[in-house]
């Protein structure tokens, strides 16, 4: 009796007692435009320092005591990249040259193999603050 009683209860509690219904969710499709919105914001966020500057990379081509060396230094590339921003700086006790303003490391990648065809010293991918305007700049203060 016991069996029976313990076979028709499995056979009561079945696959199908426990199946998932389809559930339907309606849903306004501004939601979608609003999560692009807070995605893209996200993501441009991620470049920033606190102090509201762009992160980015630049390629380092000297470090040296002299500034003479330094300056012939950035000379060179500015003479063959007129279009290209190149940086001198002091940090006691160095000079340091860096060129560039890129977002990514792929482009900094790219202009180092043409940086390496005038330029003979070693040259590295640098992360920097860099100067950057973006292209869809809208103040966080606006109003529609």
Same mark, same amino acid.
């Given at each position: /009796? /016991?069996?029976?009683?313990? %076979?028709?209860?499995?056979? +009561?509690?079945? =696959?199908?007692?426990?199946?998932?219904? @389809?559930?339907?969710?309606?849903?306004?499709?501004?939601?979608?435009?609003?999560?692009?919105?807070?995605?893209?914001?996200?993501?441009? !966020?991620?470049?920033? @320092? *606190?102090? +509201?500057?762009?992160? $980015? #990379?630049?390629?380092?081509? /000297?470090?040296?005591?002299?500034?003479?060396?330094?300056?012939?230094?950035?000379?060179? %590339?500015?003479?063959?990249? *007129?279009?290209?921003?190149?940086?001198?700086?002091?940090?006691?006790?160095?000079?340091?040259?860096?060129? +560039?303003? #890129?977002? !990514?490391?792929?482009?900094?990648?790219?202009?180092?193999?043409?940086? &390496?065809? %005038?330029?003979? $010293? $070693?040259?590295?991918?640098?992360?920097?603050?860099?100067?950057?305007? =973006?292209?869809?700049?809208?103040?966080?203060? &606006?109003?529609?």
């Amino acid at each position: /009796m /016991m069996k029976w009683i313990l %076979v028709c209860l499995l056979l +009561g509690f079945s =696959p199908q007692c426990f199946a998932a219904d @389809t559930i339907i969710v309606h849903k306004d499709p501004r939601l979608d435009t609003l999560a692009a919105k807070q995605a893209e914001i996200n993501a441009s !966020s991620l470049r920033l @320092t *606190p102090d +509201g500057h762009y992160k $980015g #990379f630049r390629l380092l081509i /000297m470090t040296t005591h002299s500034r003479a060396e330094a300056t012939k230094a950035r000379e060179i %590339v500015l003479q063959n990249f *007129p279009y290209q921003r190149a940086y001198l700086s002091y940090l006691s006790p160095y000079f340091r040259v860096k060129v +560039g303003n #890129f977002t !990514s490391k792929e482009d900094a990648e790219n202009f180092k193999d043409e940086l &390496a065809k %005038v330029y003979d $010293g $070693g040259i590295y991918i640098v992360e920097d603050i860099i100067e950057y305007v =973006p292209d869809t700049y809208t103040p966080a203060t &606006a109003t529609q």
